[in-house]
């Protein structure tokens, strides 16, 4: 069992920046993929970025490289996104996720967080 809560979201003009923050809690492996998603009103969930528990190797979505980053906080157990550089097409609900190696499907989702880009 895996209990994932998103915090950080808000309203920002174009150019600025969130710090999206996701607790993670429960049963989570050194190799899980801890994972960003977001999804915009009548649009599909789409992949933001990913983090391996134990920290290392990361991965990004194309529109993400260069101005979000994703980062473990070993300290407060939590995997934050910072998004710098937002546009209005940023606009979206983000939602944390985890799921196993072995898995081509992240199985464990937060309930998400709103990011709001005003242009």
């Known amino acids: 069992q895996v209990q994932l809560v998103e915090s950080g979201g808000g309203l920002v003009q174009a150019g600025g920046s969130l710090r999206l923050s996701c607790a993670a809690s429960?049963?989570?492996?050194?190799?899980?993929?801890m994972g960003w998603f977001r999804q915009a009103p009548g649009k599909e969930r789409e992949f933001v970025a990913s983090i391996i528990w134990s920290g290392g190797s990361t991965y990004y979505a194309d529109f993400a490289k260069g101005r979000f980053t994703i980062s473990r906080d070993n300290a407060k157990n939590t995997i934050n996104l910072q998004m710098n550089s937002l546009e209005p097409e940023d606009t979206a609900v983000y939602y944390c996720?985890?799921?196993?190696?072995?898995?081509?499907?992240?199985?464990?989702w937060g309930q998400g967080t709103q990011v709001t880009v005003s242009s």
């Open positions: 429960g049963r989570i492996f050194n190799n899980y993929f």
């Open positions: 996720a985890a799921r196993e190696a072995w898995r081509n499907e992240y199985a464990h």
